[in-house]
């Protein structure tokens, strides 16, 4: 996989700041998926904490309620034809680690998935809250690891190095943004 | 202010779906006030959902859970300078109305000002859930009217005219990231 270095936490929610659609990996009892969430968001600094909406429907929302971890992995626009794959098709047709480029690495502190060639990552364990999980879809976790690839973002920045390692941001009907120009005001 | 015509609701999502920061503007009782948000989410298509987190020490916090309204507006790069004053100063100090580019217009369904000169705009009511308001200052509410100016999205589709009419993407400090390409896979 793509070099990876460890964020320290307090900086951990500026891999999602800025909005990113991201990957949802789950694993449970020897199975595992990945599936794609434009509806994601930080929570808190410190300890960081993410928010996820994982419709009922999904094989990913099984694993992730059995388990009460998942990873959220940041694709970059090389990867969002596969991103958009594991976002269309469910784990119960097929096996999405067949997909093309869809390749899993050992997290480091819950069961779930990297995924390789990704932006960055984020280890994750569910807070546990069932009345908002059922009636919304929506699940609270606290981020306990994190991860960058250091060419792409280092000292709490991102900096891409060019069009295809950029985040991306899903719209609809296979149409994305790519995360555009940098500024400051 | 430029132009505004009504989102069919089922397609509101679309206005939040790539994860641009936005305005959360409140008012009650005679006060009103607008900060910014880079933690927002859709939640659901239809009826559409939004979720928010508005910290407990604002004032829009205050008047958000006193009116039981908001409504999101999404900047364009040409107001971020103003999106950046807005995040930074609170609505304690002096009336956020008082800076350079924030200007207010009524709303159709809520008391919650539209933010003039926005991309889009969403009209919520909360959906009252004390629990996770008091625990994580998460919001949920339902997305009753929206819109946006018929020259950057129409037909539930973004089509950003320049440079400065594009949507952005809080990172920190003072650094935002813009929209950048569309493309389909």
Not at 15 to 40: D, E, F, I
Not at 60 to 85: D, I, N, Y
Not at 88 to 105: C, L, M, P
């Amino acid at each position: 996989m793509t070099g990876r270095v460890a964020v320290p936490l307090p900086k951990a929610y500026r891999l999602l700041n800025h909005g990113p659609t991201v990957l949802v990996s789950s694993a449970h009892g020897g199975q595992r998926n990945v599936m794609a969430a434009a509806w994601n968001m930080a929570l808190d600094f410190d300890p960081p904490k993410v928010a996820v909406v994982i419709d009922k429907s999904t094989l990913t929302r099984e694993l992730v309620e059995a388990s009460g971890e998942f990873v959220l992995s940041v694709p970059s626009r090389q990867q969002a034809a596969m991103t958009l794959a594991v976002g269309t098709h469910s784990g119960r047709e097929f096996d999405k680690f067949s997909i093309a480029g869809v390749h899993a690495t050992a997290a480091s502190m819950v069961g779930a998935p990297l995924i390789e060639g990704c932006l960055g990552w984020l280890e994750c364990r569910v807070i546990v809250e069932p009345h908002i999980q059922q009636s919304y879809d929506l699940f609270l976790a606290e981020v306990v690891a994190a991860w960058a690839d250091p060419e792409v973002f280092s000292n709490g920045r991102w900096h891409f190095p060019d069009e295809q390692r950029r985040s991306i941001h899903y719209l609809a009907g296979g149409s994305f943004f790519a995360t555009g120009d940098a500024f400051e005001v």
